[in-house]
């Protein structure tokens, strides 16, 4: 039987080594989601630069905004497919599958958000953040204007940029160690979980 191939490039921590605020916060996710994504541990090797990191994700992904959760999942997962990441596709792409409750959404957003079955606010929204992702040099006061009038204000404008900035850095520590997704991710959203046997629709 093959061996798995290794998370990435470089050797990993050990959990029960790290730090003790990165330690629980590893656990909290392993408790959550029944796993440890991989990114953590990656990351993980430089305690500092996680640490940055999960402060600026949490600052934008946790904050109170005119995205939703979904939309802000969706733009990583827009801007990652064009950056060709495959952790952040599939990471992110389960996470976008159980927010929006929707098994085929993350496919048709990582391969052409034009075609998916989104609203025309959400194509807006992903036609700014791969300008930004692939041509931040050119966006112009019309690409606002053109957000604005979905209902996007500056503050919600300047949410798309820094998630896909952030994700930008994300996307190349990734490919570039060869970040592996894990098996969970893949069939996480796809179908929907099974009811516990003793279940009652009775109230």
């Known amino acids: 039987m093959n061996a798995l191939p290794p998370i990435c490039r470089y050797p990993v921590p050990e959990v029960a080594e790290l730090p003790s605020d990165l330690r629980e916060r ?6 959550k989601a029944g796993f440890v994504p991989h990114v953590f541990l990656a990351l993980a090797r430089r ?3 996680l640490r940055a990191f999960l402060a600026y994700h949490d ?3 946790l904050r109170e905004s005119g995205l939703s959760k979904g939309e802000k999942e969706m733009i990583i997962v827009a801007t990652s497919g064009v950056n060709r990441c495959l952790y952040c596709v599939v990471a992110h792409g389960a996470i976008l599958r159980v927010y929006e409750k929707a098994p ?5 957003i990582a391969v052409n958000h034009r ?5 025309d ?3 807006a929204m992903l036609d700014f953040a791969l300008k ?4 931040s040099d050119e966006v112009v006061e019309a690409d606002y204007a053109a957000l604005r009038a979905q209902g996007f204000d500056d503050e919600d404008i300047w949410d798309i940029i820094s998630i896909t900035a952030l994700f930008g850095l994300s996307n190349r520590i990734a490919s570039a160690i060869s970040l592996r997704p894990n098996d969970e991710f893949y069939l996480l959203g796809r179908v929907p979980r099974s009811k516990p046997a003793h279940s009652s629709t009775m109230s």
């Open 47 to 49: 305690p500092d630069e």
């Open 121 to 123: 606010r959400q194509k």
């Open 59 to 61: 600052a934008l992904l």
């Open 104 to 108: 085929l959404l993350a496919d048709q």
């Open 26 to 31: 590893i656990l909290e996710v392993q408790a």
């Open 132 to 135: 930004v992702c692939l041509h």
């Open 115 to 119: 075609k998916a079955d989104i609203s």
